[in-house]
């Protein structure tokens, strides 16, 4: 989920909730990454491009529907896809190791 910021200021954030939250009060953030994201969802779209091609290739040539091939190589398109959609955000836990803070810069 993701949400827009309104304001923000020294110690608090406002996220378009009826009261802001405290900086203080932040454990974890989760930065997306982008090429992941999108390396998968093509991963999804290839396998089912894939499955539907092979599947109407044994259907006008007469052959059975449902061969090994036809379940093999999109089940590993879609892990392929799953893992990498799943890689494609990371949890900052708000810590010693990370550290969140307002950085003052003037937006035009």
């Known amino acids: 989920m993701s949400c827009y ?10 996220a ?7 900086i203080k009060d932040i454990e974890s953030v989760y930065p ?19 499955f539907s ?9 007469n052959e059975i529907v449902f061969t090994k091939d036809v379940f093999v190589v999109p089940a590993a398109l879609f892990g392929a ?6 890689l494609s955000q990371k949890r900052c836990k708000i810590g ?8 003052g810069i003037r937006i035009l």
């Not at 378009?16 to 405290?22: C, S």
């Not at 091609?53 to 040539?61: A, E, P, R, Y």
């Open 5 to 14: 910021l309104w304001e923000i200021n020294d110690s608090s954030i406002s």
């Open 16 to 22: 378009g909730q009826d009261r802001p939250m405290l």
């Open 32 to 50: 997306q990454f982008s090429f992941p994201k999108k390396f998968g969802i093509y991963m999804f779209i290839s396998g089912v491009v894939y």
């Open 53 to 61: 091609v092979v599947s109407f290739d044994h259907l006008i040539n």
């Open 81 to 86: 896809g799953f893992i990498s959609v799943s």
């Open 96 to 103: 010693d190791r990370w550290k969140l803070k307002v950085v």
